[in-house]
């Protein structure tokens, strides 16, 4: 069974910086794209930037520039590199396969407020 459990969350001020961290167990993520995604209050969740098995990266216009997506296949990891955030990155942040499967894990909270 596949579990994949985020953490790295929390409360920054606009500028700040978060790391976030997504282990899986029950998956070798390196066999997958992966990605992940944010689900701000009264909106649908999307896709915030995904790597390719292969290293290759990709990320919403939002966040380009800002975040980096990584991976570390021999510790079964996917991390997110948030830097100079902004409110508006506020969100639950998940990680998931692309395209996303039906299990979600319970997400990291990320709260930009001064």
């Known amino acids: 069974q596949v579990q994949l459990v985020e953490s790295g969350g929390g409360l920054v001020q606009p500028g700040g910086s978060l790391r976030l961290s997504c282990v899986a167990s029950?998956?070798?993520?390196?066999?997958?794209?992966m990605a992940w995604y944010r689900q701000a209050p009264g909106k649908q969740r999307e896709l915030v930037a995904a790597?390719?098995?292969?290293?290759?990266?990709n990320y919403i216009n939002s966040v380009r520039g800002r975040f980096t997506i990584s991976r570390d296949n021999a510790k079964n990891t996917v991390s997110l590199q948030m830097n100079s955030l902004k409110p508006e990155d506020t969100a639950v942040y998940y990680c998931?396969?692309?395209?996303?499967?039906?299990?979600w894990g319970q997400g990291t909270q990320v709260t930009v407020s001064s």
């Open positions: 029950g998956s070798i993520l390196s066999f997958y794209t």
């Open positions: 998931n396969y692309v395209p996303a499967r039906t299990y």
């Open positions: 790597i390719t098995n292969g290293g290759t990266t």
